[in-house]
């Protein structure tokens, strides 16, 4: 009896490392030929927002890649895509310095 209290205190101890979204991937590049691409970190986001996965999928971001539309800084500076919070109030504004995303 004391083995099946034991295994369940490791499950409930184990149980919020393994839930907290760090089975995905990290690192996402967004490819721009003409600003340079755009390396997106989900850990670095994730700390901030403490792993809050919703605030971002669905509703900005699809967590289907393929189904998000191109974004212009246009766009962005409007409060589409990363615009959404990268407003200069959430976070740095998208029209400040452009180094901060774009790796020429």
Same mark, same amino acid.
């Given at each position: 009896?004391?083995?099946?209290?034991?295994? @369940?205190?490791?499950?409930?101890?184990?149980?919020?490392?393994?839930?907290? @979204?760090?089975?995905?991937?990290?690192?996402?590049?967004?490819? +721009? &030929?003409?600003? =340079?691409?755009? &390396?997106?970190? !989900?850990?670095?986001?994730? &700390?901030?927002? =403490? +792993? +809050?996965?919703?605030?971002?999928?669905?509703?900005?971001? !699809?967590?289907?890649?393929?189904?998000?539309?191109?974004?212009?800084?246009?766009?962005?500076?409007?409060?589409?895509?990363?615009? @959404?919070?990268?407003? =200069?109030?959430?976070?740095?504004?998208?029209?400040?310095?452009?180094?901060?995303?774009?790796?020429?």
């Amino acid at each position: 009896m004391k083995l099946h209290w034991l295994i @369940a205190l490791t499950l409930l101890v184990i149980s919020p490392s393994v839930l907290s @979204a760090r089975w995905i991937t990290d690192k996402v590049v967004f490819v +721009n &030929e003409d600003a =340079g691409n755009i &390396e997106f970190s !989900h850990y670095r986001h994730l &700390e901030i927002l =403490g +792993n +809050n996965c919703p605030s971002c999928h669905n509703e900005i971001f !699809h967590i289907v890649t393929n189904k998000n539309p191109d974004f212009t800084m246009s766009d962005m500076e409007k409060g589409k895509s990363c615009g @959404a919070c990268h407003d =200069g109030k959430k976070a740095f504004t998208v029209s400040d310095n452009c180094d901060t995303c774009h790796q020429m």
